[in-house]
């Protein structure tokens, strides 16, 4: 993959690489947390209470960087991330706008370094990105794409715009209510039909994946190269669920599959990219998965 027209702008982005958990607490610390104390007493409030109050509104991303050696790690795989998650958001910008008479609402991309906090709990680089719907982030160690490499042996960048394009595909399924409905149905079914519903969300955002491959080579951002079809495929192959549990136990469980059969996942993602056309999408009423 090839870059076009690459945005490289830093809107909407927060960089907490070499910030520690980048925890609220961590946020006051030191001379801060003193000062606060002692206005706290002046007033005569409880200075506990004082200094937890200011936590709660310091978003976690202030906080110093604890390991500056890590602040600028992997400042290549940053670009390139950045890159396709401006992109990602341009194409759905439009695509929201002449399709959907929508407006699109940018989600933050969050780069940290081994783990930090999000409004949906605490997350370490080993649940790989994630996005979360309570504040509309998506999460990135950067280095799981070394791991994309060199365990899943995902080589090449169309793999690694993949992890970025289906992450951004979950925001798209939170604007359009999506996430949210499949959310009403959690604690009232079966965890078996849970898991199916999880697995369908799952393959769209896969399939939208793909609808933002077809357009950002139609709006002149990225051009592929030969090569890359497969290099994404073998990546959607090597986060398959089957893939995975076949790897840490040995054997597949379906009715545990939350994210969908490699088989699934490529089927979708080949789809999305060969239509772009967000009306093919449609895996919750797919016949094939229920
Ligand atoms: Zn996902």
Redesign the pocket.
């Known amino acids: 993959m090839k870059w076009i027209n690459r945005n490289d702008s830093e809107a909407n982005f927060e960089d907490r690489r070499g910030r520690g958990r980048g925890r609220k607490n961590a946020a006051v610390g030191g001379a801060g947390a003193i000062i606060i104390v002692i206005i706290a007493l002046l007033l005569g409030q409880n200075p506990f209470q004082a200094v937890d109050m200011v936590n709660s509104v310091v978003p976690g991303q202030s906080a110093e960087v604890t390991d500056p050696s890590r602040a600028n790690e992997n400042e290549e795989l940053k670009v390139f991330t950045l890159g396709v998650f401006n992109s990602a958001n341009d194409v759905w910008s439009e695509i929201f706008r002449t399709q959907l008479q929508q407006s699109y609402v940018k989600p933050t991309l969050v780069t940290f370094t081994d783990e930090t906090v999000s409004e949906c709990g605490g997350a370490t680089a080993a649940v790989g990105p994630f996005?979360c719907p309570a504040d509309q982030k998506m999460y990135i160690d950067l280095n799981f794409f070394h791991q994309l490499k060199s365990e899943f042996g995902a080589k090449g960048d169309l793999a690694m715009a993949y992890v970025t394009a289906?992450?951004v595909g979950?925001h798209v399924q939170k604007l359009l209510g999506i996430i949210d409905q499949v959310n009403q149905y959690r604690g009232r079914i079966s965890e078996t039909e849970q898991n199916k519903l999880n697995v369908k969300l799952?393959l769209q955002?896969d399939f939208l994946a793909g609808v933002w491959v077809h357009h950002a080579q139609k709006m002149n951002m990225i051009l592929l190269e030969p090569g890359d079809l497969e290099s994404a495929i073998s990546a959607t192959t090597a986060v398959g669920d089957d893939t995975i549990q076949k790897r840490s136990m040995g054997y597949s469980v379906p009715d545990s599959f939350t994210?969908g059969t490699a088989a699934q996942r490529t089927y979708w993602f080949r789809k999305g990219m060969q239509t772009g056309d967000i009306g093919q999408g449609d895996t919750f009423n797919d016949p094939g998965l229920n």
Do not use: L, N, R, T
Request: proline share 0%; net charge negative.
């Open positions: 996005y289906h992450e979950h799952e955002a994210h």
